[in-house]
T-cell receptor, first 115, second 114 residues
Framework: DGGITQSPKYLFRKEGQNVTLSCEQNLNHDAMYWYRQDPGQGLRLIYYSQIVNDFQKGDIAEGYSVSREKKESFPLTVTSAQKNPTAFYLC??????????????FGQGTRLTVV | KQEVTQIPAALSVPEGENLVLNCSFTDSAIYNLQWFRQDPGKGLTSLLLIQSSQREQTSGRLNASLDKSSGRSTLYIAASQPGDSATYLCAVSRWNTGFQKLVFGTGTRLLVSP
């Protein structure tokens, strides 16, 4: 089945620790995105990537880092510089606009909690 | 700055009722509008995508309309079922210097009672 796989489903981070969230897609999509969801707020864009080896900051990139070494993978690292990391993280992908359908598809999310 | 508002924030209806969820946006220069469903603790499931040149899209019991000039979209759910209980999110897409940026509303939480 084609789709987006996020792992782990739950993640616990100690103070001062870096953690990495995994996102893999087999939809052959060019564009990939990371969003953060907090209660009572809309999803906010952290980082996005249009092609391999290229990525751009979104609206709330501080304290996060990403890489895009393969088309199908877009891992997100939450660094110790992110002061309020407890949230639900969602990865998404879409065919690069210009190819027609630009529907966005999402993974099942990773819930990160600081302990 | 694009802002997306969804009204009501929560809605409770008995099974079988037809209902309408509303989404409004402040900037009409959108690429498309997408409706999603989110179950508690889960990711987003795409329901309908309306391109900026379209007026509506239908999928089963769902019908979404788009009026760009007034900055509004509605999601109509016919003959609601308890399985429709979830949070419904709308998102508008802008083409911004080479990428598609989605701006989300905060959602409408729907409860359909048996």
């Amino acid at each position: 089945d084609g789709g987006i796989t996020q792992s782990p489903k739950y993640l616990f981070r100690k103070e001062g620790q870096n953690v990495t969230l995994s996102c893999e897609q087999n939809l052959n999509h060019d564009a990939m995105y990371w969003y953060r969801q907090d209660p009572g707020q809309g999803l906010r864009l952290i980082y996005y990537s249009q092609i391999v080896n290229d990525f751009q900051k979104g609206d709330i990139a501080e304290g996060y880092s990403v890489s895009r070494e393969k088309k199908e993978s877009f891992p997100l690292t939450v660094t110790s510089a992110q002061k309020n990391p407890t949230a639900f993280y969602l990865c998404a992908s879409s065919i690069h606009p210009g190819a027609g359908d630009t529907e966005a598809f999402f993974g099942q999310g990773t819930r990160l909690t600081v302990v | 700055k694009q802002e997306v508002t969804q009204i009501p924030a929560a809605l409770s209806v008995p099974e079988g009722e037809n209902l309408v969820l509303n989404c409004s946006f402040t900037d009409s220069a959108i690429y498309n509008l997408q409706w999603f469903r989110q179950d508690p603790g889960k990711g987003l499931t795409s329901l309908l995508l309306i391109q900026s040149s379209q007026r509506e899209q239908t999928s089963g019991r769902l019908n979404a309309s788009l009026d760009k000039s007034s900055g509004r979209s509605t999601l109509y759910i016919a003959a609601s079922q308890p399985g429709d209980s979830a949070t419904y999110l709308c998102a508008v897409s802008r083409w911004n210097t080479g990428f598609q940026k989605l701006v989300f509303g905060t959602g409408t939480r729907l409860l359909v009672s048996p």
